[in-house]
């Protein structure tokens, strides 16, 4: 009901008599009627305006109001949000109630992340309340102001970038942790990104204040150069400044969360279907799986059966944060629950069904689905899957990722990047920075359906096998219009095959030696895949590329072999380069002609 007390009803920006009549519950011969009246003629097909409508539709006792413009309605099914946002925006509008907001506190490393998390949580948890153990289940809440806060509270360390960058998606509202003494670093940037990928609204807490050598000016002067204007100089981040070891300024920083929830509107329908994230998930003696779930909407109940990826079971056992045994979770509410048949994957969607029966047939379609995903391999977003989405009006931009191999280059690539863009589709560069390609990138690109540009970067090891795991795109270049050509081909469709390298294999030097013609030889261990005679390598050191040709001498014992492969010891010699020192790989690959991205 409208104040006025009319019903409110939602019109698009035109629509026909007939529709108005159905929308009004009205007949079309008064409809056309009162058009007379106000002098228009109209017939029962016949589209009339918005104000218009309007007009007949107060005279029957209805309210007008614009229904969202497409580009919003688009936007709320997005595929771009975390499922569980896809799946809250389906909830009917009228059932959903305010609930806690999720936090996910994200920084550089040693900005005191960890430090914050625990601060927080010994302020505000009662000390008494179930014994006060502290047990860390990777959420907890407090209440502030007798409002309840839940933080997502996962390892901050650097093996955890996979959780952090799924802690960002699970969240409200992120807590960025800048440490006033060092200011913004990579890491606070990538925080940034993985915020914005997953449109949570971002609160700066600008840590380590009690510091001597804190400035927390030149940090917001940082801030506000990568779009975190503080609201002091009439920008919307919320910067608090606190000392998380000393204890200052935690209350501000909670009130500050709670200003921005306000601000956003955190809801959840308490009854409608029952889904949330996993938080964390591990294998415990004497109780099975034991899984932390934070419940985004609907009411977990024990006996419920749950669905997280492959894993499904009856929940067997529920215990809050305190580890207190409760029946019910609310929206908003972390648990830690027993009963999966397996460890579901951090940052999977969980949902209550109806049976076990339903439960299994879910898995098992799921697990032929993983199958067939494996098989074909590359999983992720190539700009050919990208141009189909754009030509079949799923998306209208193409995410990228840059990294450059020096700062100075970030700016002049990415505007050459943008000026590409076209009427029909944007480029959203998520990330931009200089370095190599990290697994950090990879997660970012991945979480995000993101393509990754190096220019003149190469992604590191782990970085590689992790896209290759992930189905990311990683393209890298080192002439600025061979990337600029890609790009604007690839917008239009038009990308041709391409000559690509891949890489088969990699072998660790374990010692250097005296070979008779071929000067000297590397004794390794082949640690991935396979090294053959007749393909290409290249020497690594450490970040450095010191040789790319061709084999000379592949060697298991005394003979000659084709290939080794990995968990073998072999001798290499290389055509043109003898130069090695124990610790370099060597990494070997061959050059296929691939289909676009
Ligand atoms: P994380 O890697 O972001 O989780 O950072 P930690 O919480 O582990 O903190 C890194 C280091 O900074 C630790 O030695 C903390 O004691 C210290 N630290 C954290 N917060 C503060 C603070 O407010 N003031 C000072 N002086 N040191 C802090």
Redesign the pocket.
């Known amino acids: 009901m409208s104040k006025s007390g009319e019903k409110v009803i939602h019109l698009p920006a035109t629509i026909s008599v007939r529709d108005l009549s159905e929308h009004l519950q009205i007949s079309p011969i008064d409809i056309i009627k009162t058009l007379m009246t106000n002098g228009v003629m109209a017939s029962i097909n016949q589209e009339i305006d918005f104000d218009t409508a309007a007009i007949v539709a107060a005279e029957f006792g209805f309210e007008a109001a614009p229904e969202a413009p497409p580009e919003i309605a688009e936007a709320e099914k997005s595929a771009d949000l975390p499922l569980w946002r896809r799946l809250l925006a389906r909830e009917p509008k009228e059932a959903l109630k305010p609930r806690p907001p999720v936090i996910g ?1 994200l ?13 927080i949580r010994h302020a505000n948890v009662a000390a008494g309340e179930a014994g006060g153990i502290t047990q860390h289940i990777g959420a907890y809440q407090v209440r502030h102001n007798d409002r309840l806060i839940t933080f997502i509270d996962t390892p ?2 650097a093996a955890f970038t996979a959780m952090r960058a799924r802690g960002a998606q699970g969240a409200d509202i992120v807590v960025l ?1 800048v ?3 060092d200011g913004v670093m990579p890491q606070t940037r990538e925080a940034i990104a993985h915020a914005r990928a997953a449109q949570v609204p971002i609160v700066v807490a600008l ?5 001597p050598n804190a400035n927390p000016e030149r940090v917001k002067q940082q801030l506000a150069e990568i779009g975190l204007v503080p609201d002091e100089w009439d920008g919307d981040t919320l910067v608090v400044p ?5 204890g ?1 300024g935690l209350d501000d920083l909670l009130e500050a969360i709670l200003l921005v929830a306000d601000n956003t509107g955190i809801l959840a329908n308490p009854n409608g279907k029952t889904f949330g994230t996993v938080i964390e998930a591990r294998q415990e003696r004497g109780r099975g799986v034991v899984a932390t779930l934070l419940v985004q909407n609907g009411t977990l109940k024990t006996g419920d059966v749950v669905v997280a990826g492959t894993a499904q079971g009856r929940i067997k056992g529920m215990f809050d944060y305190n580890n207190k045994p409760i029946k019910k979770a609310t929206p908003s509410t972390p648990v830690s629950v027993m009963g999966l048949d397996e460890i579901p994957v951090a940052g999977e969607l969980f949902e209550v069904v109806a049976s076990t029966r339903e439960a299994r047939a879910i898995v098992e379609e799921r697990k032929q689905r993983a199958a067939e995903a494996e098989a074909s391999r590359r999983r992720g977003m190539t700009l050919e899957q990208l141009f189909a989405k754009v030509e079949a009006g799923e998306t209208q931009e193409l995410r990228l990722i840059v990294k450059t191999d020096v700062q100075g280059s970030v700016e002049p690539v990415t505007t050459a990047i943008k000026e590409l863009e076209t009427e029909n589709v944007g480029i959203n560069i998520l990330h931009a920075d200089a370095g190599n390609i990290t697994e950090n990138d990879v997660m970012l690109a991945s979480t995000s359906d993101a393509i990754i540009i190096g220019f003149n970067t190469q992604p590191d090891a782990a970085a590689r096998k992790l896209a290759e795991s992930e189905g990311v795109s990683i393209r890298t270049y080192d002439i600025i219009y061979r990337l600029t050509e890609d790009i604007e081909k690839a917008l239009k469709g038009l990308l041709e095959p391409e000559e690509q390298e891949v890489v088969i294999g990699r072998a660790n030097v374990l010692a250097v030696f005296q070979a008779s013609k071929v000067g000297k030889a590397a004794g390794c261990r082949v640690v991935e895949g396979e090294i053959r005679r007749n393909a290409r390598v290249r020497v690594r050191r450490g970040d450095k590329v010191l040789f790319e040709g061709e084999i000379a001498s592949l060697k298991r014992h005394q003979d000659d072999v084709r290939e080794v492969r990995s968990g073998f010891e072999c001798g290499i010699g290389l055509k043109g380069f003898s130069d090695f020192a124990e610790g370099d790989v060597i990494e070997c690959f061959i050059i296929e002609t691939v289909k676009p991205l």
């Not at 920084?107 to 601060?119: F, M, P």
């Not at 606190?242 to 000393?246: L, V």
């Open positions: 506190i920084g550089h490393v040693d900005h005191g992340k960890t430090t914050l998390l625990d601060a901050g360390h942790v440490a006033a003494d840590n380590k204040i009690d510091r606190i000392s998380a070891k000393e200052t």
